[in-house]
């Protein structure tokens, strides 16, 4: 057979070609199976995540609120007093407002551009039942004197545009002020940064702390006979399977004031029995139960990974003279790394999203950025806010992903 | 663990020392949940241990939180419980259907963009609960489904997806796929193949996934709670609710029983872990 003559597959085309057709032919097969899950996620999730990036810079409430006034604020420059069809769009629009109770947003609204705005609006809404038709600028200003300081008309001027990345500066307590620029609120009011230190450091420090506590569990796991792990890894399962509310119930019982722990402290003497000490509400509250709550995703990774390791090595190592903690740390801990590096960003990225236990157990003081998108959400009903929030959260646990990804990799996650 | 007969005096201190320390991170893992056990049963309202049951007087002692847990008037678990059932079981459903075919398509060789795709089906895992909760509940608000069954359903598959396709592509990476294409061969439809030979040796698996999606569904808390309205209260969302009004010890009862569902379920988890070892050949 030449060279040039092609081989021939059973219809009659090159057989280069029909293995293409059929490799062509599997890779749409194999991506039809996993189109249905992918439409579906994409449909429901991940569309509504990006939307809440147009949803936290959409700012279109006030706008909407005074349609009149904006549009007649189009032609002035904002160095002095606005002219009468300013005042007289504003007064139409207020009165709607008023009319339908729903004054009090744009009141608030307001009073975040402007501190004092809130009390001259307020007094307006009751002065303009009077009012008479015709020169509306002389009628309102005198309701209030505030009215005709200029700072007021340009505080609503600025508060127009319909997108802004305010939300994200109030994130990190900031602010643009009435020149434009972006500076720092006052100290006394920085509470989100205070959230997102908090926030990390928790998630740190719960990460140490169960690395600590996973490692020479797993190593026993590892290193005991078959019969004997796999009882105490029921230890270690049973929580995992366990509804997360009830260890959170179960730390609230163990951790009250007249708990378990508080009567054991005082049974060895360690403190006085009217001197108990706060152990709930607060920050020991949240580390302690995000710890064990957390606990299995760090020794499962570790598990499966000292379970590979051959024992061996280790004597191999100490035959060559080697005593047993250099052995240790020169062939051991190195050989579990990656097992190392997997728990710890598991545990990292639950951690740094946490939300019922912190809720439960945190108080004020232990509360993390989770519980303030939450509080936004269902209190304030500050939405846009909250997605602002929610997506500087969700940039942070990407970027950790990404990393996780190009360590370990997410097809080699294990369960159970 | 025996140590050898010439392990030296300071190297047995520390191995006795280890063992201490993980007795004790054994005992913190798990004691927490028997704690509950005993005052579920606590005859007072209080969450305290009394001096009676130190002592086991068996007056201190009752059911009567179960009783009320049951009986109880105006309670909430009935409805809870069997909307936390429905959902759950719909949700499996879904996630075990869904999540299989995925990992099916991903475990073939031919799969383009393998590496992607599987970051974006595993995302819902990753993404923190709280901003899941607020995407989904934006998204079933403008279509309408909010505070229903059907919406809670499809926000739990969501979750619930990613632990079936990584528990089924688990099994299928043992996978001889030879035995397949020997069935084609001797005749059989891809449908008839799929259901007579992949589907009973990748069962363990499929199982195992839709266990984790069902628990993910009837522990869920964060999204229902955005998501629900009176009449789609959940177990989960009523301890919640309980935990921060006033603890009273017929939360315990609940809490109780979940142990007790959660024990049923880690024997079902384990048992199928060993049978699919056992299966693809695997012997440790």
Known sequence: ?416 | MALPKYTEPHYRIWHYFYLFICGCVFFFLIAPLFVIFPLSFNAEEFLVFTDGMKRLDPDAFSTRWYKDMVYGTKNPWGLAAKNSFIIAIFATFGSIILGTLAALGLSSRHMPYKGLIMATLISPMIVPLIISGVAIFFFMAKVGLAATHLGIILAHIILGTPFVVITVTATLSGFDHSITRAASSLGSNPFNTFMKITLPLILPGVISGGLFAFVTSFDEVVVVLFLAGLDNTTIPVQMWTGLREQLSPTILAVATCLIVLSILILVTAELLRRRSERLRGINR
């Not at chain 1, 005074?66 to 007064?91: C, H, I, N, R, S």
Request: aromatic letters at 12%; one cysteine or more.
């Open chain 1, 1 to 416: 057979m030449s060279s040039e003559q092609k081989i021939l597959s059973t219809g009659g085309i090159p057989l280069e070609e029909s293995l293409k057709q059929a490799e062509k032919k599997n890779k749409i097969k194999a991506f039809l199976l996993v189109t249905p899950l992918l439409l579906f996620l994409i449909i429901t999730y991940i569309i509504p995540i990006a939307d809440m990036f147009s949803r936290s810079i959409d700012d279109k409430m006030v706008t909407n609120m005074l349609p009149k006034t904006y549009k007649a604020m189009e032609q002035w420059d904002g160095k002095e007093l606005p002219p009468e069809e300013v005042f007289k769009a504003f007064y139409l629009d207020y009165k709607i407002l008023v009319e339908n109770k729903t004054a009090g947003k744009l009141q608030t609204q307001l009073n975040y551009e402007k501190n004092g705005f809130k009390s001259v609006l307020k007094k307006l809404a009751r002065k303009q039942k009077k009012f008479e038709e015709g020169n509306y600028k002389e009628q309102i200003m005198k309701v209030h004197k505030r009215w005709r300081n200029v700072d007021y008309w340009r505080a609503i001027k600025r508060r127009a545009p319909a997108y802004t990345y305010s939300k994200y500066l109030k994130g990190v307590d900031m602010y643009s002020n009435e020149d434009g620029k972006i500076v720092q609120v006052a100290e006394d009011r920085r509470i989100h940064r205070i959230l997102w230190s908090r926030t990390l450091e928790v998630a740190f420090f719960v990460t140490l702390f169960c690395f600590l506590m996973a490692y020479p569990i797993a190593h026993l796991l590892a290193t005991l006979p078959m019969k004997y792990s796999n009882l105490l890894m029921i230890c270690v399962l049973l929580p995992f399977w366990t509804s997360l509310l009830v260890r959170t119930a179960s730390w609230m019982i163990l951790l009250q004031q007249q708990g378990l722990v508080n009567d054991f402290f005082v049974w060895i003497g360690l403190v006085t029995d009217d001197n108990r000490p706060e152990m709930m509400y607060n920050k020991t509250g949240t580390y302690v139960a995000m710890t064990q709550i957390l606990l299995p995703f760090m020794v499962l990774p570790l598990y499966s990974v000292m379970k590979t390791i051959s024992p061996s090595l280790m004597r191999a190592g100490k035959s060559l003279g080697a005593t047993p903690s250099v052995a240790f740390f020169k062939i051991y801990f190195p050989l579990t790394i990656p097992g190392i590096g997997a728990g710890c960003l598991l545990v990292f990225i639950l951690a740094i999203g946490y939300y019922i236990t912190p809720a439960l157990v945190g108080g004020a003081s232990g509360t993390l950025i989770s519980n303030q998108i939450a509080y936004h959400m269902k209190s304030t009903l500050d939405w846009s806010f909250a997605s602002a929030m929610g997506l500087m959260l969700l940039t942070g646990v990407l970027v950790i992903y990404w990393i996780y990804n190009k360590l370990v990799g997410v097809d080699n996650i294990k369960l159970g």
